[in-house]
């Protein structure tokens, strides 16, 4: 069906989104922008953040702000987030939603869920968790409350289907943020050809992030000046408080180490960058696609990191390394405070990694052949317009009757529309 038969088709959607990470607001955003191309008179509310708002999404609270991972993370803000699920959940009663979106977040987003099932609302699931990873057995509330996952990564789809949920690959959204963002060509020539080997160092995009990895990875930064004092070190944090935390974390004697510090440059940093220094998390996958080596850290709490070990199911966790059988993106995991023997080990083993890389060219044009083999594979634009044409396709259906839902038909044949 053509963007002009959609347009033609069908009326537009009320669509309410539940995005809760810096990451989800950006793909959320495009979402929204690809329905938008086609059915303009869709409209969009609900929680998430500042990009989804630019987008056109009417914003009921910024869930963005709340982001966090971990359990013990997690306790601290609980009274909040039920008061903002209920908040969600008002809007259902009232009749002023025609679907739910749910991105990422799943602690969060399984009540939200819940909540619009109880109102009979069609709920689809961008950017899944990743179940076949950790938390298998919640494959049951994912059967429960959400009718239609919409699957990032190739064996995503399989595994939710021999679970029975309903599951359609897309694509990830991510290669199509990296294929709309422009890059500032005037920092890229500022910074390029000064012959050094430079080094992105990606501290993460949420606060409590940003704390616990980036004074590791500083010591991985002092270590690797003294071994390597011809690299230069480029610091990519995703947003001014970031990077003025950054600098306050430095010392005095810092001062003749080559680093610098932007806000909000990440991709032109990426691609300056001979290797790279990064936290675990999306932004692998931007690393794949420019064929950029890298060393991946995360760090736990003593707390996640116990709960960890009892529920994740798998051995690495950043995606390209999920996407082959082979380790693209070595990993190093540490635990407990910042100077715990955990976190001394994984800086040690950082450091020995990073200055093979920025030692051995060879190593690191292996290393990139590994990842621009995996990027021809999967590092392709299209899952925002692959998500938007198959959720305002399934929407029609609806509007039309013709389509139940998760078994609960008496509750989702005939729906009653309000029109304006």
Known sequence: ??????????????????????????????????????????????????????????????LTSLAVMGFAEVLPKLREFFRVANLAEQSFARGEVDAVVLVDFPGFNWHIAKRAKKYGLPVFYYLPPQLWAWGGWRVRKMKRYVDHVLCNLPFE?????????????????????????????????????????????????????VHNIWPLQLEVIRKLAVKHPHAQFMVAALKDSHALWCRSQLKATDAKIPLQIFAGKTSEVIELSDCCLMKSGSVSLELMARGKPAAVMYHLSQTTYAMAKLLVKCKRMSLPNLMTEELVLPEFLSHGKLNSCSAHKAIEDVTAEMSHMLSDSDYRTAQRRKLQQLASQFAKPGASSA??????????????GTLPIDGESSMHVARTRQVA
């Open 1 to 62: 069906m053509s963007d002009q038969d959609f347009q033609e088709n069908f009326m537009g959607q009320r669509i309410f989104f539940s995005v809760g990470e810096p990451s989800g607001d950006l793909h959320a955003a495009n979402l929204i922008r690809a329905i938008q191309k086609v059915s303009p008179s869709s409209t969009f509310r609900g929680l998430g953040g500042s990009r989804m708002i630019q987008a056109g999404m009417e914003l009921d609270y910024d």
């Open 157 to 209: 789809t399989p595994w939710f289907e021999k679970r029975g949920v309903d599951a359609h690959f897309v694509g990830h959204p991510f290669f199509d943020a990296v294929a709309q963002q422009p890059l500032d060509t005037k920092f890229i020539d500022k910074w390029r050809n000064n012959g050094r080997l430079q080094v992105s160092v990606l501290p993460g995009s949420r606060d409590h992030e």
């Open 387 to 400: 998500a938007a044409r198959f959720i305002l396709g399934k929407l029609s259906k609806l509007d039309e």
